[in-house]
């Protein structure tokens, strides 16, 4: 089912769009800090918080924590081989790869499988929101992937339930085109504050948009801020996101390897962006787990319990056909 699209308000309220500018300053209405020379608690190394192996031996793209009911989703693209209900062939994993057809798996906090379901034609998985609601959670993902690369070019909501295979076209999916002609459309939600952070590529530039989730939900795509993908000209595959307050995160980078070897510490980059202006406020190479092999970084969440919120990164290691995961949590402040 196709989501709502924006209508004559939409489309030509200007006053709209100012309206919806100004929910910035509200929103964010503490004034900025003073400068510190002092690193933040972000700069420290991750302590784990969780071990786990995916269904499939393809490796983790994202996750995302549902602390209420103590689970993980966690994204991967459906390996070679595999024959799903109502297929014919059991096509190769680049096959799989080219068609965005992903595995959704859910796991408890101690790694154990706790069911699955497969999304087909939806993308690559860079990007996983989680919607908490009285009646249980919605699941975010990229969605209708472009044939010529794999990737999405919009974005669904769906519910989680354990086996099932939905189609692109499925009519159990809420979905949304936000930026018409763009692909690589990743979301990720702040529940606390309501927003619902894109990232996309128009003509090959990735890019940063954020909104409000309710507008969103409604189909009324007026972006809070919009602005280019800082890092993006160091060349380092976009790795994860996500988005808290005023400030939005990222993760670049790649496996240890040739040009990246072990010896360094790897090129993993942490950001922190300020979504006002879309400017870098701090970045490090990140230092959690050097001691892993590959060690190739995949996915950013933030978790809210116990107080005070804390960034959880994702981190492959294992050999090919092996891998596993680790995810490492730290102080957001």
């Not at 089912?1 to 489309?11: E, I």
């Not at 101690?110 to 908490?132: C, I, P, Q, T, V």
């Not at 994702?314 to 056909?321: K, L, Y």
Request: charged share 20%; proline share 6%.
């Amino acid at each position: 089912m196709q989501g709502p699209r924006p209508g004559r308000r939409a489309v030509c309220g200007l006053g709209l769009m100012a309206a919806a500018a100004a929910v910035v300053p509200a929103r964010w209405a503490r004034a900025a800090p003073a400068p510190s020379r002092k690193l933040p608690a972000l700069s420290a190394a991750g302590r784990q918080f969780l071990a786990g192996r995916l269904r499939h031996t393809t490796v983790l793209q994202s996750f995302a924590v549902d602390e209420q009911h103590r689970h993980v989703y966690a994204l991967q693209v459906v390996a070679g081989g595999v024959r799903l209900t109502g297929e014919k062939t059991a096509p190769p994993h680049a096959d799989r790869a080219g068609n965005g057809d992903l595995c959704l798996n859910r796991l408890t906090l101690d790694g154990s499988a706790a069911g699955h379901m497969y999304l087909k034609g939806f993308g690559h998985g860079g990007s996983l929101g989680l919607e908490e609601s009285a009646d249980g959670v919605t699941l975010w993902t990229e969605w209708d992937a472009n044939p010529a690369s794999g990737y999405g070019r919009g974005v669904c909501r769906f519910r989680f339930t354990d086996g099932r295979v939905l189609e692109r076209d499925s009519g159990e999916l809420r979905t949304y085109h936000p930026v018409i002609g763009s692909t690589s459309n990743f979301p990720a939600l702040d529940m606390t504050h309501r927003q619902l952070l894109l990232r996309y590529k128009r003509d090959g530039i990735p890019r940063f948009a954020l909104y409000d989730l309710d507008r969103f939900r409604a189909g009324l795509f007026l972006p809070l801020t919009d602005f280019a993908q800082p890092g993006a000209d160091l060349e380092l595959p976009f790795q994860g996101m996500a988005v808290y307050g005023r400030y939005a995160y990222q993760l670049l980078g790649t496996a240890y390897g040739t040009g990246n070897p072990a010896s360094s510490g790897g090129n993993t980059r942490l950001y922190r962006i300020d979504l006002r202006t879309g400017g870098v406020v701090w970045q490090q190479l990140e230092r959690t787990a050097p001691e892993l092999s590959p060690r190739e970084p995949e996915g950013l969440a933030v978790l809210r319990s116990g107080g005070t919120p804390r960034l959880c990164l994702g981190f492959v290691e294992g050999p090919a056909g092996g891998r596993t995961f680790r995810l490492y949590d730290k102080a957001l402040s």
